[in-house]
């Protein structure tokens, strides 16, 4: 049994023991297990009877019993957690209860070596008694705080709306029914426009006063409803942010805008769903990349060259939002910028002669982009789902039609400040660019035989999120990779192996290790990835289907995966480090220096350091949470 303790030795805060303090409090170590439900610690026992565990794997919550007989459940234990000292140390005074939500192990010490250590050994009990609660603490305060204290009336909240809180119900009409019966819904129902749908979920087109009298002037008012509609109208999704919806809707008075929730219409969105909104620099950005027609108009507007747009986010920094809500701001602008691209590069290929796609296909963003967390410092990491063709008598010129559309598009992106991928993860290489069953067949390959050089590629490809095409290819492989992936264990500890090479540089009591001459410290590498990683594979472990890192962290709490207060935790650590990285990026894009995800650690004042250290310190948390999770030498 010996030798599978090792691993713990270098394990904190193991790591501050001596070797001989660690021998005498590892000596009568028993390892246990519970199963679900099970008590590991139940408030009614005899104090005596207490031991202390380190939790290796599982999920435990502890719960204080109030007397009015409502449970509370303050905090949630994971790997690596201490359980029971705290117990010990109040002599009683705190009465709560442990127990398991998943089956778990425990390496049990005897309390009478580990409280005899203790007490020799400052440093460990230091770590021990502060533990990562007072840490967890201090900054679930500081959440609280936040949030209760943001202006709701203020212009700013609009970045944080979502269209589902603004929608209004739809109204339906029948493709088959008349342009007649149109009018009079119109009118009875006062709405700018009706959504045509046999079934009242799926969106076949609208119909608008504008189309309706153009038919009455054709004298064609008894035709069906199909004859006249506008197809394919610009519809956004309920959880996207408000503003993009506006700045649509500003340019484009009488449309409504459809909403919906994965592939069904929920709502409608109007003029009047919204009141006075000032004029804003991001509604004029966004009019112009949808209504730009050339690669030069476009480049103008891209992030790394439009100060207009830079100083907006800027405002928003000052403003205190959310440094995650501000990366998923410039990432809805980069997509706009893709799309427009994309439908450039189609123009170009029909006006070269090569005619329209002769397939349907979907254009994918993946890594940062794909997630929603971008800032000005990113390259390409795109692909390309095929509908079928193998089969087809012109399968050699859909192949090669597609290649020279994909050129194009990355071709384009990469003048818009959008650099190549090193790793040459774009549509144009064919590894990126397949048909739907070629794609089902590389994953099923990739998890069998994933090596070190295949599983960043995989990371990468993990987060993908169709921007252009047909929709329903990218929501199918979606569905397929998160099934395939949960059933994988392998996979997750290749992918754990993978994250963790890069450690946290913060060493116990918080001294931040700097590269170089410079002292540098790479925030997404060594900081921001470290967090999306770890939280990327609890959600595969989960089946979370969620891309974007806050979103998955909030369909975590909700499953009881993780306790709602280290959910918002992990959250805020996520909004300093990309706060860093945004602020950076500005600076270096102000004083013309190559944009990169390098601090300059002797730069920050004393609040810098402190606010940077607590969120390295979550990262490291992560990583040491998933690290014992996944031990396979573990002790069986």
Same mark, same amino acid.
């Given at each position: 049994m010996g030798h599978s303790l090792d691993f713990y030795r270098t394990q904190y805060p193991f790591d501050l023991l001596s070797d001989k303090e660690f021998d005498e409090i590892i000596k009568d170590v028993e390892v246990k297990e519970f199963s679900s439900n099970e008590f590991i610690i139940h408030e009614d026992q005899n104090e005596d009877t207490i031991d202390i565990h380190f939790l290796l794997s599982g999920l435990a919550k502890n719960i204080m019993h109030r007397s009015n007989g409502k449970q509370l459940s303050v905090r949630f234990y994971y790997p690596?957690?201490?359980?029971?000292?705290?117990?010990?140390?109040?002599?009683?005074?705190?009465?709560?209860?442990?127990?398991?939500l998943e089956p778990i192990k425990t390496l049990c010490f005897k309390r009478e070596s580990f409280l005899k250590i203790m007490s020799n050994n400052t440093q460990f009990s230091k770590v021990v008694m502060d533990g990562i609660s007072h840490l967890m603490k201090s900054l679930y305060d500081e959440v609280k705080f936040k949030s209760s204290s943001t202006d709701e009336d203020d212009d700013r909240e609009l970045y944080k709306k979502r269209a589902g809180s603004y929608m209004e119900q739809p109204a339906f009409i029948?493709?088959?029914?008349?342009?007649?019966?149109?009018?009079?819904?119109?009118?009875?129902?006062?709405?700018?426009?009706?959504?045509?749908?046999?079934?009242?979920?799926?969106?076949?087109g609208m119909i608008g006063y504008g189309d309706l009298l153009k038919a009455y002037f054709e004298n064609n008012h008894r035709d069906s409803v199909y004859l006249h509609m506008s197809e394919e109208p610009y519809s956004i999704s309920d959880q996207e942010f408000i503003y993009d919806a506006l700045s649509y809707l500003k340019h484009h008075p009488t449309e409504i805008i459809p909403v919906h929730h994965k592939d069904k219409i929920v709502g409608i969105l109007r003029q009047s769903s919204f009141f006075t909104i000032s004029n804003s620099v991001y509604f004029d950005l966004t009019y112009r990349i949808s209504n730009a027609t050339s690669l030069e108009e476009l480049k103008d507007l891209s992030p790394v060259y439009n100060t207009r747009f830079q100083?907006?986010?800027?405002?928003l920094i000052k403003d205190h939002m959310m440094a995650y809500d501000i990366a998923e701001l410039i990432t809805n602008y980069n997509d706009r910028i893709h799309k427009q691209i994309v439908q450039i590069a189609e123009d170009e290929m029909i006006t070269?002669?090569?005619?329209?796609?002769?397939?349907?296909?979907?254009?994918?963003?993946?890594?940062?982009?794909?997630?929603?967390?971008?800032a000005f410092s990113t390259d390409q990491d795109n692909g390309m789902i095929l509908a079928d063709y193998e089969h087809s008598r012109n399968k050699e010129q859909i192949y090669s039609y597609f290649k020279l559309l994909s050129e194009k598009i990355n071709s384009m992106l990469n003048q818009c400040g959008f650099p190549y991928c090193?790793?040459?993860?774009?549509?144009?290489?064919?590894?990126?660019?397949?048909?739907?069953?070629?794609?089902?067949?590389?994953?099923?390959?990739?998890?069998?035989? /994933?090596?070190?050089e295949e599983i960043r590629d995989f990371t990468i490809f993990m !987060?993908?999120? @169709?921007?252009?095409?047909?929709?329903? =290819?990218?929501?199918?492989?979606?569905?397929?990779?998160?099934?395939?992936?949960?059933?994988?264990?392998?996979?997750h500890q290749l992918l754990m192996k993978?994250?963790?090479?890069?450690?946290?540089?913060?060493?116990?009591?918080?001294?931040?290790?700097?590269?170089?001459k410079r002292k540098t410290l790479n925030l997404k590498k060594s900081a921001i990835m470290q967090i999306v990683n770890a939280i990327r594979i609890y959600s595969m472990k989960y089946g979370i289907e969620n891309i974007n890192t806050v979103s998955r962290l909030n369909a975590l709490a909700e499953q009881e995966r993780f306790h709602p207060r280290d959910a918002e935790n992990a959250k805020l650590a996520l909004h300093?480090? /990309?706060?860093?990285?945004?602020?950076?990026?500005?600076?270096?894009?102000? !004083?013309?220096? @190559?944009?990169?995800?390098?601090?300059? =650690?002797?730069k920050l004042n004393k609040e810098e350091r402190k606010s940077l250290k607590e969120a390295l310190n979550i990262a490291k948390r992560l990583q040491q949470v998933l690290e014992l999770s996944y031990n396979r030498n573990r002790v069986m």
């Open positions: 690596g957690d201490l359980v029971g000292v705290m117990i010990l140390l109040t002599s009683g005074e705190m009465k709560f209860s442990v127990q398991a029948h493709p088959q029914d008349s342009i007649e019966k149109a009018a009079r819904m119109l009118q009875q129902q006062k709405i700018e426009a009706l959504l045509v749908s046999e079934d009242r979920q799926n969106l076949l100083d907006f986010v800027s405002s070269a002669g090569l005619g329209a796609p002769p397939i349907n296909y979907c254009f994918l963003v993946m890594g940062s982009e794909g997630r929603k967390e971008q090193t790793g040459g993860i774009m549509a144009k290489e064919d590894k990126w660019r397949k048909e739907k069953n070629e794609w089902h067949e590389s994953i099923d390959q990739w998890i069998k035989k /994933m090596d070190a !987060d993908f999120r @169709p921007i252009f095409g047909d929709f329903s =290819l990218a929501y199918d492989l979606k569905k397929y990779v998160t099934n395939r992936v949960q059933r994988s264990l392998g996979l993978d994250t963790l090479r890069f450690r946290v540089p913060v060493q116990p009591f918080g001294r931040i290790s700097g590269v170089g300093r480090l /990309m706060s860093f990285r945004i602020k950076e990026n500005l600076a270096q894009l102000q !004083d013309d220096e @190559p944009l990169s995800n390098e601090l300059k =650690l002797g």
